[in-house]
């Protein structure tokens, strides 16, 4: 069984532009939740999608934002990047709802740095 | 506001003896606690867990102990092995709710040979 896939595995960018990253989940998983990985704050989450649905969401700004297919690969997109955005943004799959009850699979990351 | 704490970023042990990792949270509702493990270029994997009707779960070499009482938990890794050299996250959560999980920064530990 694939595990979890994040697309592209490295990305540069300059401050001011947008961009997208890109989540396949396990097979059969329906939940798809993002997180950021900086050494200062460790990991943060973004977000979780559920059934195409956004079901929680942290404490991050409007520039950060998702969207979930129906067949449950996501995208993550932030726009007007600043320097501070740069960080590896962990995907991550479960079942159902991501909680205690349902393991959490995480991809490999995207590594993103912002000039 | 960080609901949990893990105030060593780093620490070093000696291969064969234990590793013993520390974190605290400040919500009491949170109920159920997990850690995981992550190496370079890859993401967490999960490692062990523990309900909060529980004070100790032991999973091979790997035990959690949970202290309600002083909001603190730890991860006792005995005997530390090579292939522990990794960064591990203490995580927490509110089982009922199905609340999102709330990390910790992670320690970075490493096994001197």
């Known amino acids: 069984k694939a595990g979890v896939t994040q697309t592209p595995r490295y990305l540069i960018k300059t401050r001011g532009q947008q961009v997208t990253l890109s989540c396949s989940p396990i097979s059969g998983h329906r939940s798809v939740s993002w997180y950021q990985q900086t050494p200062g704050q460790g990991l943060q989450f973004l977000f979780e999608?559920?059934?195409?649905?956004?079901?929680n969401k942290g404490n991050f700004p409007g520039r950060f934002s998702g969207r979930q297919f129906s067949n449950s690969r996501s995208e993550m997109n932030v726009s007007t990047l600043e320097l501070g955005d740069s960080a590896l943004y962990l995907c991550a799959s479960s079942l159902n709802f991501a909680g205690v009850d349902n393991e959490q699979f995480f991809g490999p990351g995207t590594r993103l740095t912002v000039l | 506001d960080q609901q949990v704490k893990q105030n060593s970023p780093s620490l070093s042990v000696q291969e064969g003896r234990i590793s013993i990792l520390n974190c605290d949270y400040t919500n009491s509702m949170f109920d159920y606690f997990l850690w995981y493990k992550k190496y370079p270029a890859e993401g967490p994997t999960f490692l062990i867990s523990?309900?909060?009707?529980?004070d100790k779960n032991e999973d091979g070499r790997f035990t959690v102990f949970l202290n309600k009482s002083a909001k603190h938990l730890s991860l006792h890794i005995v005997p530390s092995q090579p292939g522990d050299s990794a960064v591990y996250f203490c995580?927490?959560?509110?089982?009922?709710?199905?609340?999102?999980?709330?990390f910790g920064k992670g320690t970075r530990l490493h096994i001197l040979p």
């Open positions: 999608y559920f059934s195409e649905t956004q079901r």
């Open positions: 995580a927490a959560s509110r089982r009922n709710r199905d609340d999102k999980i709330i």
């Open positions: 523990i309900s909060s009707i529980k």
